[in-house]
């Protein structure tokens, strides 16, 4: 006999004697109470006190059996519905939905546990969707830079080739090889940043100070595209925040500024305070983006113009929005195509205080 089978049979006797045990004390208190004022022969006694027995035996039997009943309806099937749910579940398949135990009432306990398990599956299968998307988008994002580095660099073993040819096909490895740096660089911040693995440590710290030397970092570019820059920056704006992952923030935002807007296009960056609150503008006279490119903008390697991808793996602004979530500040956009975007950052002053 298996073990289950041993399992259950053990239980059953156990619920058996228990059944028994409970009703042979009481009706025999029950009886002796009863029968101590009457005077009764010996024989009678006896003869009752084992149809007694037997009717113990009998009622015993009865109720065993209606537990049994009872439970396998109220207990087991739930219990087997749950299980079945839970392998199938662990098989890997989160569309599955555990239906909710009907009984004479639906507020029970197992309700309780199924809404849960959904909602568990449920939050599964989206990270299993997301983490399929993101290897698809890695895998294709990864093997962009590096299909060109291998054909450049099968041009460059080419004989006869012209001076100006090599430097060419050199320029363009060297332009693949940084962007493919770039990209497994922001994969691994965006990464210990969801998995919680970078903590902010908040200072005060001068944020006009910061925005001017990320601006500088990026003049030689500007200069290049002959860009007008406009900048509307407050002195001395103190705000007590994570200086280092801020910096992240104003990176991106100024690299996108400029990457998108065309050789003679303008650039605006401000700073202004408010309250309790700073709030940071950057705006361009670039591309821009339609309404619904602007809703999935903020999401991992997402490009609503394919006619841009070259220019970005679709990383930058998914840091961006995850940087400002971990600060307590607000990012928001608003662009129109060929006529440029404007993102709006808005960062507590002080983020110790809760308002």
Excluded at 148 to 154: M, V
Aim: charged fraction near 25%.
């Amino acid at each position: 006999m298996k073990k289950g089978s041993l399992n259950k049979l053990g239980f059953a006797l156990m619920r058996f004697f228990s059944f028994f045990g409970s009703m042979a004390f009481v009706i025999t208190c029950s009886f002796l109470l009863f029968l101590r004022s009457m005077n009764l022969e010996r024989e009678i006694l006896e003869t009752n006190a084992k149809l007694t027995f037997l009717n113990i035996l009998i009622l015993t039997f009865l109720f065993c059996s209606i537990d049994a009943i009872r439970r396998k309806i109220t207990v087991e099937r739930p219990v087997q519905n749950i299980i079945k749910g839970l392998d199938e579940i662990t098989k890997g398949d989160f569309t599955v939905r555990i239906s909710a135990v009907k009984g004479i009432t639906d507020e029970n306990g197992f309700n309780i546990i199924v809404d849960q398990i959904n909602k568990m599956a449920a939050e599964l299968g989206g990270v299993e969707t997301l983490r399929t998307d993101f290897i698809a988008n890695v895998s294709h994002e990864l093997k962009t830079p590096l299909a060109a580095i291998n054909n450049y660099g099968t041009l460059l073993q080419s004989p006869g080739m012209s001076e100006s040819e090599r430097i060419e096909y050199a320029k363009a490895i060297t332009e693949n090889s940084r962007r493919l740096a770039n990209l497994i660089t922001n994969i691994l911040k965006l990464n210990k940043l969801e998995n919680q693995q970078i903590y902010h440590q908040s200072e005060p710290y001068n944020l006009s100070e910061q925005l001017c030397e990320c601006l500088l970092g990026f003049e030689m570019i500007w200069e290049q595209k002959n860009l007008e820059l406009d900048a509307d920056i407050d002195e001395d704006i103190i705000i007590t925040a994570d200086s280092e992952l801020l910096s992240l923030v104003w990176n991106n935002l100024f690299s996108n500024a400029i990457k998108f807007t065309n050789n003679g296009g303008r650039i605006f960056v401000g700073l202004k305070k408010e309250t309790d609150y700073v709030i940071v503008t950057v705006s361009d006279t670039g591309c821009g983006m339609s309404a619904e490119t602007g809703k999935h903008i903020f999401e991992k390697f997402y490009q609503g113009d394919t006619s841009h991808a070259s220019k970005g793996n679709g990383l930058g602004l998914a840091l961006v929005k995850r940087v400002v979530d971990i600060t307590d500040g607000e990012i928001s956009v608003q662009s129109e195509l060929g006529k440029g975007s404007t993102f709006t950052v808005k960062l507590r002053c002080n983020q110790n205080e809760k308002v």
